[in-house]
């Protein structure tokens, strides 16, 4: 079992985006723990006011609210009681058991998990100390409950391999749902899941999932207003359909709360930096990256996508880094020279000229090894020839192989 904890300050958000996904048929649900109600008589509200009530009793509290998900292996299929139970058992642990929480089986992965919503303020107003939350608390709770429960280990597994959190396969697609409510599923995960700090990098993202938040051209009243849209795009990029205010979802994804997302990110993402650059450098290191469309398909392999940016005349002007291991989005330019689309054109082309020197090299090589192998080849046909041949014998003799003339004795008369 892994355990993935996420703290914030937006209750509203987190119980929308569950609630929402029971609507959409792929979530459900499966316990309310110290509510005054049965949880089918509990409305969307009362779930609300129940946590709300709470937080108001310590204001001076930034980060209230906890989003925690339990995740089994693919192997596991646990029944909804079995859940519940390990869900209760790990709340205990954690020091959350006595407050109040909502639990949501999930169906939308390939693997079973649940989410828990809660926070940490008590019935006195003291809060519920968070900090390393996770090392103090989660990990000898999972570890427990994994013996517990008789769970699958997550010791000795590849996280990358099981539970990486992967992009979202289901795109939004004009006319075959309705537009905002297809909109506000895929903003729900992204806007509080992805880790960006400008609306470019945003929108890397949402495109992926045929949404743009749009602020309309530098001269419309939209973008003098500091209004934002968002639409859904067709197959080629292209918007189709109305496009719906901001502020008409009920998360109310705002340009205003989008620059305070931007601030926080900004901050959180800069201990990750690291993988997408060490994976750029891998990518290149052995020389077989030639083009930015090679690169993206290695890089594809370890859970980072890049998207071009480009001008009207499809020139590549720009590039984006997005990181589903880690969450994050990185403009190219912001991780160093090196990983802006110009640095990364200029080792695509680093690449094309020394492949084409080691192969004029190896071809000059090859010829010189073909050479020689000829005149090898020669020299053993007629080597009789050349033994047997005494035409310049004589040219050149040592020494002492040379027969020394007899001298004549000219005597006298």
Partial sequence: MVAV?????????????????????????????????????????????????????????????????????PSENHSKEKLIEIADTYMEKIGFGRQPYLVYQHFDAGHPHCHIVTNN??????????HLLGIRKSEPARKEIEQIFGLVKAEGRKPAD???????????????????KAINSVLNKVLFDYKYSSLPELNAVLNLYNVHADRGTE????????????????????PVGV??????FYSKPTLK????????????????????????????????????EKLAEKLEGKGIYIVLRKSKEGQVYGITYIDHKTQCVFNGSSLGKEFSVKGVLGQCELNISNNEKQYQTSKSISFENIQNSELIEKFKNNLTDI???????????????????????????
């Avoid at 047997?388 to 003339?405: D, G």
């Fill in 5 to 73: 904890i996420k703290t914030s300050h937006l209750i509203n958000s987190i119980l929308n985006y569950n609630e929402s996904k029971v609507k959409e048929g792929v979530a459900e649900c499966i316990s309310a723990v110290n509510y005054p109600l049965e949880l089918d008589k509990l409305s969307f509200t009362q779930k609300l006011n129940r946590f709300v009530k709470l937080s108001s009793l310590n204001e001076n509290t930034k980060r209230n609210s906890v989003h925690i998900s339990l995740n089994f292996d």
């Fill in 121 to 130: 303020i008590q019935r006195d107003g003291k809060r519920i100390d968070l």
């Fill in 162 to 180: 099981e539970f990486s959190l992967k992009p979202i396969k289901l795109k939004v697609e004009y006319g075959k749902a309705e537009s905002r």
């Fill in 219 to 238: 001269e419309s009243r939209v973008f003098k207003n500091n209004g934002l849209f968002y639409r859904i795009l067709d197959k080629d990029s292209k």
């Fill in 243 to 248: 496009p719906i205010k901001a502020s008409d």
């Fill in 257 to 292: 709360f989008l620059e305070e997302r931007f601030k926080v990110n900004e901050t959180k993402k800069e201990s990750n930096k690291s993988h997408v650059k060490n994976a750029v450098r891998m990518a290149f290191y052995r020389g077989d990256i030639k083009s930015l």
């Fill in 387 to 413: 033994l047997m041949n005494n035409e310049h014998t004589n040219e050149y003799l040592p020494k002492l192989f040379k027969k020394k003339k007899k001298r004549k004795i000219h005597r006298g008369i």
